[in-house]
Each structure stands twice: as structure tokens, then as C-alpha cells.
């Protein structure tokens, strides 16, 4: 009895697992297809080949609008839904202890940086414009 109950629990998960993913894919094929419209309906320049041709520009793209100027339906279905951040129950004392122990890595990161920064900039043969050029 114990196991069939397992078992159906089980069936039961990866069943909706399962409908949870073709959702997934049928949402990102949506997304494929707006972006290959979007990238067909783009006149091609013979004078300029860009490196990354078939990528889409996020800066450069627009987005559908309603009448109202407001984004429309199709917008929020191309954002991915945000998790909601769960908030830790901290102890203000806790929560002081942790900035602390953030600060005092923070202050480590950068100091270690700057002796890194030192030993390269004081090596034999640096000159101070090859910082800025990569080699």
C-alpha cells in the first residue's frame, strides 16, 4: 500500500514536472519565432558585415506597445518570471555580524588587488601605456 502511494506521488510530480517543461519550450519557441521575424524584417546592408549577425541587439530591440504606450501582453510573456527573493530571519545581531564579515572580505578582495596591481606595475621593463593594452 505504502509503495503504490509512493509511486503515484511520484508519477503524480514528474507529470506535472513534465506539462512545466513543454510549457517551457513552447514559450521559448514563441521567441525563437519573434526573434527570426525580427531579424528577417531587418533590411541587410551589403556595405557593413557585423560580427554577430544573427544575434539580436537587447538595446536596440522594441518592444510591441499598446495604444496607451503601455507594454502589451505579448511583453510580459517574453520576460522571464522573477523568482520571489525569500527574506532570511536574521537577528539584528546576526545581521550585524554577516555585514561585518562581508566588509572585512571586501576589504581583503581590495587589498589583494592592489598588491597584484603593485607587482605587475614594478616589474622589469613596464612602461606605464601597456597597462591599458591587452597582449
Do not use: C, Y
Not at 8 to 16: P, V
Not at 73 to 97: D, I, S, W, Y
Amino acid at each position: 500500500m505504502k509503495k503504490a502511494k509512493n509511486l503515484k506521488k511520484r508519477i503524480r510530480r514528474l507529470e506535472a514536472r513534465l506539462q512545466k517543461d513543454a510549457k517551457k519550450l513552447a514559450r521559448l519557441k514563441r521567441k525563437l519565432e519573434a526573434a527570426e521575424k525580427t531579424v528577417a524584417a531587418k533590411p541587410k546592408k551589403a556595405g557593413k558585415a557585423s560580427k554577430a549577425s544573427g544575434s539580436i541587439n537587447k538595446k536596440n530591440q522594441r518592444l510591441p506597445m499598446k495604444a496607451n504606450g503601455k507594454p502589451g501582453a505579448a511583453v510580459k510573456e517574453l520576460g522571464a518570471v522573477k523568482k520571489v527573493k525569500r527574506k532570511l530571519n536574521l537577528t539584528p545581531e546576526r545581521r550585524a555580524q554577516l555585514a561585518a564579515a562581508m566588509k572585512a572580505r571586501w576589504v581583503a578582495k581590495r587589498a589583494a588587488a592592489a598588491t597584484n596591481t603593485q607587482h605587475s606595475s614594478s616589474g622589469p621593463g613596464f612602461h606605464p601605456g601597456d597597462a591599458s593594452q591587452p597582449q
